[in-house]
């Protein structure tokens, strides 16, 4: 019996996946192999967490963290970390390596890295897995060189920061770890959201973005982008959202996750070994979450739980994935007679409206629709709480959800010879299993070794030759040119968090530079989708940007600028004759767009304003340096989720021409035709003033709908003004008449598009603000600073 338990006790240890290494630390020239995941592992002091090579697929592993006590099997880990979630290595020959200079890599088969902390240290190094889950790369002297906390990939665990430098993407599905189309970020107005990004469709989903951002109990005014889950159970984030999970205490495990469905959930179990629990989800009725069923589809949701379905018409494109939603079953048309509407009762699609049409009839709408090839139906709207009808015809059917209690039905656009004969709807597979299938087999054939050895031989000299060439080649050329250069670009890494980009990743960001979005004096903006998944604005200069130093110096004064109300800069590139910005992009376009679209109510158009003015104010007064904008216009002045407005292009006047600014007046005309103010053709010296009366004139084309350079004309004497400033006159005649009331004036001055619906108020202290704007001495006009105290003196006020 003695001899037997001392068997079974040796038994345990050889078979124990601890047995080998059941250490929290890996040191210097160690490494961890994915031919031992069961082995090769770390496990922390309290024995809760462990990392190691998790299996992924067919041969397939990645260096992950997951809870111990789950250990069994690799499909019941709940795995809390990935290194290299969308590149799995090899189960042979691959390895985790702290090199002893510091930095940790991951190498496929041995052969290639898939991933690296890209560190390094004088001082030996050692990796270490905490108590808390969080994988720590730090010195001897106990300084953090790299930890996993700072990079999260799909969850939070207590004691986790999420900051504006870090973001939650979901996996794939259940089993497929791959980066998904969901992402928990914050936006940069501060506020936290949840996207919905598939590449080709992107839209916020939470908070409800129909909602301003203090309706959704938001704040945009803390710029610090921060959020935490504690131990208790409480997540807060400094846009003042905070939860509280259902069984709130201490000594509970939690983590918050983004799950597959595009579900945050917050999960909670007393003790190791049972099941997690949700004890928080941010939606209880999973329809609303966008892109849920892909396109063409809707989603509906009852006891048994969420079903998705094509609608008529339409077909799956991908049965082992629901995402990919449906496509059409016929051909393209768009003739108006061979059209036939299919009611769709309670239905809602959310998103890529042609416009919103208040009041109209049900055949002014279908007409409407019948009136672009494009359009694939219209949603039909009856809003109780304000009596009104509204029309939405539709470019795009995403987002499509069943709601009983719903006051709106969805008329679908087929032809008429297919609907005579099918019109049901198809159940979609929701299935979320896919299962990354991974070939990892690297094979060698038969080597002449003679051969092999001349191969080599030749090579190395070779490569020696040419790396003597190099050298020489280098020292040349640093003398002459790059010692500028590799300052500036010193300089601009330390002051801004930019990206340097290589031109052939934007080319292929934009694939060729495809999809044009815009186009000015100073380039041309492309639309692109980066390698971490994040759609871009990309801005293609023209060829007067030249020099890379003195590029490479304005963009760092770009780069340090940082403003609710100005576009984010990511990064930039300077590669031969090429000068590139890489924006953010913004779902809802330009404000120019917006305007002819009929979307604004009053209410947006009032915040654009003050949205605007603050983000000049910045410019001009509040930032390190002195940026005039040059260029003013409604399509410089892009709008977010939220519809809140970003100044865009800030910043370009200065890139043209390095030191004109310091000039009495510039060498050449800048901006565009109705928005430029009179300094410009007096050649007077230009200040920040020139902005002031383009704002100026931004404003009154937001409050008339009429541009600038159109020709307006009085309904009471048919007089015509033909001046390009003739909109500022023709505003001004009518405010100063003294024989209308102020209700008269401005319903001759509003746009008619509000059909009278605004606060008079407002509106009144707007267009007076606006025409202080546009005085024609500079010295008249006010600040944007004084303009945006006398727009938020009078709110307060009120």
């Not at 109209?360 to 279908?366: A, H, M």
């Not at 267009?767 to 006010?782: G, H, N, Q, S, Y």
């Amino acid at each position: 019996m003695a001899n037997l338990f001392i068997f079974y006790v040796l038994f345990l240890a050889i078979s124990s996946p601890f047995s080998s290494s059941s250490s929290d630390t890996l040191t210097e020239g160690s490494s961890l192999s994915a031919e031992s995941p069961t082995v090769d592992v770390l496990v922390s002091p309290n024995g809760i967490f462990s990392a190691g090579f998790h299996s992924v697929g067919d041969n397939a592993y990645c260096f992950a963290v997951w809870y111990n006590e789950e250990l069994s099997y690799d499909e019941d880990r709940t795995v809390v970390w990935m290194a290299n979630r969308d590149q799995p290595v090899n189960g042979k020959g691959s390895k985790l390596t702290l090199l002893k200079t510091g930095n940790l890599v991951l190498n496929d088969a041995g052969r290639i890295i898939v991933w690296a902390t890209g560190t390094a240290s004088l001082a030996i190094a050692q990796l270490r897995l905490y108590n808390t889950g969080n994988v720590v790369l730090l010195t001897s002297n106990n300084v953090v060189l790299w930890q996993s906390f700072d990079s999260p990939t799909d969850t939070l665990l207590p004691g986790q920061t999420l900051t504006r430098y870090g973001n939650l993407v979901s996996s794939r599905s259940q089993s497929n770890f791959s980066s998904g189309f969901y992402k928990l970020f914050f936006d940069t107005d501060n506020v936290i959201r949840l996207v919905f990004d598939n590449n080709e469709l992107s839209s916020v989903y939470w908070p409800n973005p129909w909602l301003l951002t203090w309706q959704a109990g938001r704040s945009t005014y803390n710029h610090t982008r921060i959020a935490a889950l504690d131990y208790l159970g409480n997540f807060s984030s400094s846009d003042n959202f905070t939860i509280v999970s259902d069984d709130y205490g201490s000594r509970i495990q939690r983590r918050l996750k983004l799950d597959y469905d595009g579900n945050v959930r917050l999960y909670s179990k007393k003790k190791p070994g049972e099941t997690w629990v949700v004890t928080w989800q941010a939606f209880t009725n999973p329809c609303r979450i966008h892109g849920i069923c892909g396109p063409n589809s809707r989603c509906k949701y009852d006891s048994n739980g969420r079903k998705c379905s094509c609608i008529p018409g339409h077909k799956m494109r991908n049965r082992t994935d629901w995402s990919y939603g449906c496509e059409p079953e016929f051909d393209s048309f768009c003739s108006k007679d061979e059209s036939r509407f299919v009611e769709l009762s309670n239905t809602e699609f959310y998103g890529y409206d042609y416009g919103i049409y208040y009041n109209y009839s049900y055949q002014d709408c279908e007409n409407l629709c019948l009136q672009f090839c494009d359009c694939k139906g219209f949603q039909y709207s009856y809003f109780v709480n304000r009596g009104v009808f509204r029309c939405y015809p539709k470019m795009l059917l995403v987002n499509g959800y069943h709601r009983p209690g719903f006051s709106g039905n969805v008329y679908l656009r087929l032809p008429e010879t297919y609907l005579s004969s099918n019109t049901e709807e198809r159940a979609l597979d929701c299935s979320d299993e896919v299962t990354i299938q991974l070939t990892r087999t690297y094979t060698r054939g038969q080597v002449n070794v003679a051969a092999k050895f001349m191969v080599w031989f030749a090579c190395g000299v070779g490569g020696f030759e040419m790396i003597c060439i190099l050298f020489v080649w280098c020292l040349l050329v640093r003398t002459r040119r790059n010692s500028d250069t590799c300052q500036f670009r010193v300089q601009l890494l330390a002051a801004t968090r930019l990206k340097r980009f290589r031109f052939f990743e934007l080319k292929k960001a934009t694939r060729g530079f495809a999809e044009e979005i815009g186009r000015g004096a100073g380039g041309v903006v492309y639309k692109g989708v980066l390698s971490d998944s994040r759609v871009a604005a990309i801005k293609l200069l023209a060829e007067a940007y030249q020099g890379e130093a003195e590029f490479l110096a304005e963009v760092t004064t770009i780069g340090t600028l940082n403003h609710m109300n100005l576009i984010e800069v990511w990064g930039y590139c300077v590669e031969g004759k090429h000068r590139i910005l890489v924006y953010e992009y913004l779902e809802h376009g330009s404000l120019k767009e917006n305007l002819s679209r009929n979307v604004l109510d009053w209410k947006k158009r009032y915040e654009i304003a003050v949205g605007t003015a603050k983000g000049l104010a910045y410019l001009h007064e509040e930032c390190l340096g002195w940026v005039l904008h040059c260029d003013v216009k409604p399509q410089n002045i892009l709008l977010g989720s939220n519809y809140q407005p970003k100044v865009a292009d800030f910043g370009l006047s200065k890139l043209l021409e390095r030191g004109e600014l310091s000039n009495p007046s510039f060498s050449r005309i800048r901006g565009t035709r109705g928005y430029m103010a009179p300094e410009w053709i007096t050649n007077q010296a230009i200040t920040s003033k020139v902005d002031v009366y383009s704002y100026g004139i931004v404003v009154l084309e937001m409050l008339t709908g009429k541009s600038p350079t159109t020709t307006c004309v009085d309904a009471d004497n048919g007089r015509e003004e033909t001046e390009h400033r003739g909109l500022v006159t023709w505003v001004r005649e009518i405010v100063h008449d003294g024989s209308s009331e102020r209700e008269a004036w401005l319903e001759k001055v509003m746009d008619s598009l509000m059909e009278g619906e605004y606060d008079k108020e407002k509106m009144e202290i707007l267009l007076r603000v606006a025409l202080k704007c546009v005085e024609e001495e500079k010295d008249a006009r006010p600040t944007m600073s004084q303009v945006v105290k006398m727009l938020l003196g009078y709110e307060n006020s009120h």
